[in-house]
């Protein structure tokens, strides 16, 4: 039996789970003795209950970077500035996928590592347009258009239409949260989401209960859809033999002549502050997220990194068709959503209104902005000082 192990909990897939259990293996040839258990709950898990909880039970903890404002106000992880060398520091902020790694330093402090870096692309089913002979969608029009012939999927919980919100802000124009006085303007924010309503009104309602891997599956394993315009992305149906058939992912479409950008996601490593063994831990973070077994054992066993070195390695992207160089402009072109602490509990409930305009439930959009500045007001209340940090 191991003299010290250490507890993890990440997200219940492939792309979350396989890396991290060949990265505890290798640690453990590495540092005998040393034993790392991960466990893994479902993203709405993840949603549901609170991070810092779980810091009370495990040593390491995969993190979505919104949480980072309650890290710093609660110190619950460790600020990892403290535990690792500045050169390291360094030059993961050099390799940093777009706004990966700087999304985890909040109120000066780093507080987890850039482990795998994600936000929506597109993706389509190549074979599908190859033997109809039409290219993929490249404006919104023409994916309205698709979506019109029923060929288009697209995740529509309400998680995913609050990010793809921000999205359809930044294309009117606007920047959301801005001020701290209401999310977006609302002529922006009418003109988005009726820019929104186009498509959401065309596709199957399966697609609102479905997230960005639920729609990638449902992509992969049925020739009834054959383009999705944005979702999160997942190198695994890119690759080879891991579903029945291949994705390719490219980068967004154009609207109103500009790249739409999209809300950055990924995930973070960080180290609990309630760890009995915190030089451990820091040690088993520092491994998982360097250079080398980002670049190889990582990218190897179904993850998707978080360093820039891993995206531009022409192995990778032979392995992933292309998946890492397609999907790297997405990267650096995208949205960083707020950080602030009691930013969540915005996030966690405004998906709901944006889900009952585009479903048809409700048709009033001013309404569901006054909702989601209500919202935002009292989710401020929490730590109005450091909105901006």
């Not at 124009?173 to 003109?191: L, N, Y």
């Not at 596709?203 to 599956?217: C, G, L, Q």
């Not at 890119?238 to 609207?255: M, P």
Request: net charge negative.
């Amino acid at each position: 039996m191991a003299d010290i192990v250490l507890k993890g909990i990440t997200w219940n897939h492939s792309r979350g789970i396989t890396p991290l259990q060949a990265a505890s293996q290798r640690f453990t040839e590495l540092h005998p003795g040393v034993e790392v258990q991960w466990h893994k709950r479902s993203l709405q898990q993840f949603a549901d209950f609170p991070i810092e909880k779980l810091t009370e039970e495990y040593d390491l903890l995969i993190i979505d970077h919104p949480w980072v404002g309650t890290a710093a106000a609660t110190g619950c992880v460790l600020a990892l500035d403290a535990y690792l060398p500045e050169a390291y520091l360094q030059d993961q902020a050099e390799n940093s996928v777009g706004a990966s790694h700087p999304s985890y330093f909040y109120g000066g402090h780093q507080w987890a590592l850039a482990i795998d870096a994600a936000t929506p692309a597109a993706s389509y089913r190549k074979d599908l347009f190859d033997a109809a002979g039409v290219p993929a969608p490249q404006t919104w029009q023409e994916v309205v258009a698709l979506a019109k012939q029923g060929k288009v999927a697209v995740p529509a919980i309400p998680i995913d239409l609050l990010m793809n919100f921000y999205t359809f802000c930044i294309a009117q124009g606007k920047t959301p949260f801005a001020t701290t006085e209401e999310v977006i303007d609302t002529a922006t924010g009418i003109a988005a989401l009726n820019t929104m309503y186009e498509l959401y009104s065309l596709i199957d309602r399966s697609m609102f209960s479905k997230n960005p891997i639920r729609v990638a599956e449902a992509m992969s394993a049925t020739d009834d859809y054959w383009y999705c315009p944005f979702a999160y992305g997942y190198t695994n149906y890119s690759r080879e033999g891991y579903a029945k058939s291949l994705l390719h992912y490219t980068d967004v479409v154009d609207y109103n002549g500009e790249k739409l950008r999209t809300t950055i996601g990924g995930t973070g490593l960080s180290v609990s502050n309630f760890s009995k063994h915190k030089q451990e831990a820091v040690a088993f973070a520092e491994m998982v997220c360097s250079p080398q077994f980002q670049t190889n054992g990582y990218t190897l066993n179904e993850g998707q990194p978080g360093y820039l070195a891993a995206w531009k390695n022409d192995r990778n992207n032979e392995l992933t068709n292309n998946f890492f160089r397609n999907v790297l402009p997405v990267m650096e072109n995208g949205y960083l959503r707020p950080r602030y602490h009691g930013y969540l509990h915005f996030q966690d409930e405004a998906g709901l209104y944006i889900q009952e305009f585009m479903s048809g439930k409700q048709n009033n959009a001013e309404a569901v902005l006054a909702k989601l500045n209500e919202m935002y007001i009292t989710s401020l209340e929490k730590n109005l000082s450091k909105v901006f940090a």
